[in-house]
């Protein structure tokens, strides 16, 4: 079977720096991903690795260590509007189009 | 260019009731997906599309059927809809990935269900 945890919630305050982590237990890995998902709304599409190393894209980086099931999320130079849940996803090669999400991280971030 | 839409967005049933959930991308996406989300439970994929004219099961397949007679819309069935099928349910797409394992979901707004 497949397993992701991730921390429920998070605080932080404005302008700080925040790291998300996730670990997952899967085979056939193919990918890991991150999503941003606003309280009442669709996911939206964050970062991607494939490989192990960092990712950065402007404030936000993603970090994969394949032998050790670990990702992370850094967002930096926090703002109010990253307030919102992260979620972790994970694709099997061998399982079709089939990606496993975790339960998700809610972060509040406070002025 | 709307994107991924879904139809309804909200929706009240009794149990036993069907109905169908419609989900329609424009950007001549390959791959289609369905995902109901729980409090909790994060997302979890319901069935998927490799393409036209093909479906698979996903994680909890049981008590929905999907079809995608074309590319750019994939329906989701309740033929006898139960209390424990109250839930937000997404629709998502992605196109060919351009790198290995690159595949970006593009999701809809959801359809919030709730079965009475």
């Known amino acids: 079977g497949q397993n992701i945890d991730q921390p429920t919630e998070m605080t932080a305050t404005e302008g700080a720096i925040v790291q998300i982590n996730c670990t997952y237990q899967t085979s056939g890995f193919n990918g890991l991903f991150w999503y941003q998902q606003h309280a009442g709304e669709a996911p939206t599409f964050l970062s991607y690795?494939?490989?192990?190393g960092l990712e950065e894209k402007g404030r936000f980086s993603s970090f994969l260590s394949r032998s050790k099931g670990y990702s992370y999320l850094l967002l930096k130079e926090l703002q109010m509007k990253d307030s919102a849940s992260y979620l972790c996803a994970v694709k099997r090669r061998d399982y079709g189009q089939n990606f496993v999400f975790g339960p998700g991280t809610r972060l509040s971030v406070l002025p | 260019n709307a994107g991924v839409t879904q139809t309804p967005k909200f929706r009240v049933l009794k149990t036993g009731q069907s109905m169908t959930l419609l989900c329609a991308q424009d950007?001549?996406?390959?791959?289609m997906y369905w995902y109901r989300q729980d409090p909790g439970m994060g997302l979890r994929l319901i069935h998927y599309s490799v393409g036209e004219g093909t479906t698979a099961k996903g994680e909890v397949p049981d008590g929905y059927n999907v079809s995608r007679l074309k590319k750019q819309n994939f329906l989701l069935g309740l033929e006898s809809a139960a209390p424990s099928q109250t839930s937000v349910y997404f629709c998502?797409?992605?196109?060919?990935?351009?790198?290995?394992?690159?595949?970006?979901?593009?999701f809809g707004p959801g359809t919030r269900l709730t079965v009475t």
């Open positions: 950007m001549n996406h390959e791959y």
């Open positions: 998502a797409s992605s196109p060919l990935p351009t790198k290995p394992g690159y595949y970006e979901q593009y």
């Open positions: 690795n494939v490989l192990d």
